[in-house]
């Protein structure tokens, strides 16, 4: 077993080891936070960068003068660690350096809901050692299966797939803004490859067939109630074909000849392994948040590219909008009355903030597409501001007595908080 640790964690030998290519965001909010005692637990789909980060942190941390000796990384899903508690790896981690107990350590644990019992083996550690614990993992319903017992004690941070300023390191770095016509380029190429790391370093129809393939599989059909694995690829395409359209359960139920209830579940599922994400109705009523249609994007459009093509654009955009908003979280919904629509509604009931994504070269300020704008300043004339974002359309108007502002996209996107309030 020893040298399978050594294996794992070079740095104890001072062998250079991958870290690729640096997540900033995530990095600056362990690091800030570094000196709390909480276990910080990351979330996020697989391939999503979990253990690159985990890594890019660890390397951090040796930066900062932590002794390499006092660092263990441990994937849990590797077959001969997933059936050793974890209690038991850290036993054998002190045996090797001769650690006393007092002495502070830091444990990443990759996978972690490949463990057995791993939830209360890390309150009994948290509550025991001088420990300083980094856990992934690939569903957000390991967080709901502790059944409470670490809360209190964890710090859950979402990793999503790339965000465009990243998407725009991975390509080697940002244009200039003397060059910013390469920037609709780029944000095109964002659309269609989508925020997957590899795939975005090495577009691959094969090995976004086997990501797909790989999440069903392991992190679905394995842990779920799933009697018809074959209906949630066709589910899920359903749902990609339909971005930024209120979903309608039934009509899926109808579709794919599912009981509503499992239809139900099936969604629930593909949420919690971040292939999809709802939009509620944004609304002052409880209720009518809670039982009208809600709107599901795919989480990244890579994916989308995958089940139904290139092109559509326009839902794409759409999707990039929403996700940057969740990446940053800032909490929206969608407007609806009749058949018009408004894409996203941020900001309070009180000073609403709309956002609608209209992915085009030219807009008049007086385009029929712009009902659903007009009928929601008529139902909040206190709205103050609106923002348009647009393929390459830039400039500002007014509409009643709100300041309309036309955005290229990927100014909202590497820009968000110069139009927007910061989020939680």
């Not at 390509?171 to 925020?195: C, F, H, I, M, Q």
């Not at 894409?343 to 029929?368: C, H, M, Q, R």
Request: glycine share 6%.
């Amino acid at each position: 077993m020893e040298s399978i640790y050594y294996a794992l964690s070079p740095w104890w030998e001072k062998k250079p080891f991958d870290t690729g290519i640096q997540r900033d965001a995530y990095l600056h909010k362990f690091s800030a936070q570094l000196e709390r005692r909480q276990v910080e637990i990351l979330i996020g789909s697989r391939r999503s960068g979990k253990t690159t980060i985990l890594k890019q942190f660890i390397n951090t941390l040796l930066d900062n003068g932590i002794s390499e000796k006092d660092i263990l990384y441990l994937p849990l899903d590797h077959p001969n660690l997933s059936a050793i508690r974890i209690s038991e790896h850290l036993k054998n981690f002190r045996k090797i350096f001769g650690h006393g107990r007092d002495r502070k350590l830091y444990l990443f644990l990759d996978e972690i809901q490949d463990n057995p019992d791993w939830e209360t083996e890390i309150k009994s550690l948290y509550d025991s050692e001088s420990l300083k614990i980094f856990c992934s993992g690939s569903s957000s319903s390991l967080i709901a299966r502790q059944g409470g017992k670490l809360t209190g004690r964890q710090i859950i941070s979402t990793v999503y797939p790339l965000s465009f300023s990243e998407f725009l390191m991975f390509r080697g770095g940002r244009p200039n803004l003397s060059e910013d016509y390469k920037y609709e380029t780029l944000v095109a190429e964002y659309l269609d490859v989508g925020g997957y790391p590899e795939h975005v370093l090495h577009p691959s129809q094969q090995y976004m067939t086997n990501l797909l393939d790989d999440i069903l599989a392991r992190d679905l059909i394995r842990n779920y109630p799933i009697k018809k694995p074959y209906a949630l690829r066709d589910l899920i395409r359903l749902i990609a074909a339909s971005t930024g359209s209120r979903i309608s359960f039934n009509k899926l139920s109808k579709i794919l000849g599912l009981s509503l209830d499992t239809v139900k579940d099936y969604v629930s599922y593909l949420e919690e392994a971040f292939l999809l994400q709802s939009v509620e109705k944004w609304s002052a009523s409880h209720s009518e948040r809670i039982y009208a249609q809600k709107k599901i994007y795919l989480c990244d459009n890579g994916i989308r590219t995958l089940l139904i093509g290139p092109g559509d654009d326009g839902s794409k955009a759409e999707t990039a909008v929403f996700m940057e908003l969740k990446r940053n979280s800032i909490s929206c919904g969608y407007y609806a009355e009749s058949e018009r629509e408004v894409d996203f509604i941020t900001g309070s009931y009180k000073a609403p903030l709309p956002v609608e994504a209209k992915y085009v070269v030219n807009l008049d300020w007086k385009d029929k597409r712009l009902t659903g704008l007009r009928l929601f300043l008529r139902r909040f004339p206190k709205t103050k501001k609106i923002f348009l974002v647009t393929m390459s359309f830039e400039g500002e108007s007014t509409l009643d007595n709100a300041k309309i502002m036309a955005v290229p996209l990927w100014k909202f996107l590497l820009r968000i908080y110069d139009y927007l309030p910061a989020g939680e």
